[in-house]
């Protein structure tokens, strides 16, 4: 199974930092994502979970995740959903509830190994998101992790994007602290 390292920063000049990336790594390819994330009491502990719209593809996330110096490290366990409408009935049937929805509208790029996402979150505004997948071993290896967080901080000092706009905490806890309302309790540990 692959594991996520990843950060991301907010954006100040979207136009800016757009041009930088189509001039480095070309066009890209556009994307529109909603998210709806909903919650679930698996024996004493919630159990938190993503279903996405990409397009035509509904695909299911559950993340078991962890956020240190605005690095996020996560494991995903993730597969289509062919018959969305049945698979939230069946969701529903379990006791899962919908506690926040996220709209990310973007352009992705890549460089080598990393994915790199420019997009609007929608109710937040910009940001780019670097992101590397690594093999569980790799990421398990303090050397190896570190050397993965070297690289996303190196691309983001090339773009000329401050450490300082690292946004550490979950894009869920950032909507719901918008709209002023608990997501999960506010729990920072969510997919």
């Given at each position: 199974?692959?594991?996520?390292?990843?950060?991301?920063?907010?954006?100040?000049?979207?136009?800016?930092?757009?041009?930088?990336?189509?001039?480095?790594?070309?066009?890209?390819?556009?994307?529109?994502?909603?998210?709806?994330?909903?919650?679930?009491?698996c024996?004493?502990?919630?159990?938190?979970?993503?279903?996405?719209?990409?397009?035509?593809?509904?695909?299911?996330?559950?993340?078991?995740?962890?956020?240190?110096?605005?690095?996020?490290?996560?494991?995903?366990?993730?597969?289509?959903?062919?018959?969305?409408?049945?698979?939230e009935?069946?969701?529903?049937?379990?006791?899962?509830?919908?506690?926040?929805?996220?709209?990310?509208?973007?352009?992705?790029?890549?460089?080598?190994?990393?994915?790199?996402?420019?997009?609007?979150?929608?109710?937040?505004?910009?940001?780019?998101?670097?992101?590397?997948?690594?093999?569980?071993?790799?990421?398990?290896?303090?050397?190896?992790?570190?050397?993965?967080?070297?690289?996303?901080?190196?691309?983001?000092?090339?773009?000329?994007?401050?450490?300082?706009?690292?946004?550490?905490?979950?894009?869920?806890?950032?909507?719901?602290?918008?709209?002023?309302?608990?997501?999960?309790?506010?729990?920072?540990?969510?997919?």
């Amino acid at each position: 199974m692959s594991v996520e390292i990843e950060l991301k920063v907010w954006v100040d000049d979207r136009p800016h930092v757009e041009a930088e990336l189509q001039r480095r790594f070309g066009v890209g390819e556009q994307y529109h994502k909603s998210d709806r994330y909903f919650s679930v009491t698996c024996g004493e502990s919630p159990v938190e979970f993503r279903l996405r719209q990409d397009g035509e593809r509904t695909v299911f996330t559950h993340k078991a995740k962890k956020i240190h110096d605005g690095i996020e490290t996560s494991q995903e366990n993730e597969f289509d959903v062919p018959e969305p409408r049945a698979f939230e009935r069946f969701i529903h049937t379990l006791g899962a509830h919908e506690y926040i929805r996220k709209e990310k509208i973007g352009r992705r790029f890549r460089s080598g190994d990393m994915v790199l996402e420019l997009s609007e979150v929608v109710g937040l505004g910009d940001f780019l998101e670097l992101e590397l997948l690594v093999s569980e071993e790799a990421a398990g290896e303090p050397a190896r992790h570190a050397a993965c967080v070297r690289r996303l901080h190196t691309m983001l000092d090339e773009l000329e994007l401050s450490r300082s706009r690292i946004e550490a905490t979950p894009y869920t806890v950032l909507l719901a602290e918008r709209a002023n309302r608990p997501a999960a309790e506010k729990k920072k540990d969510h997919p």
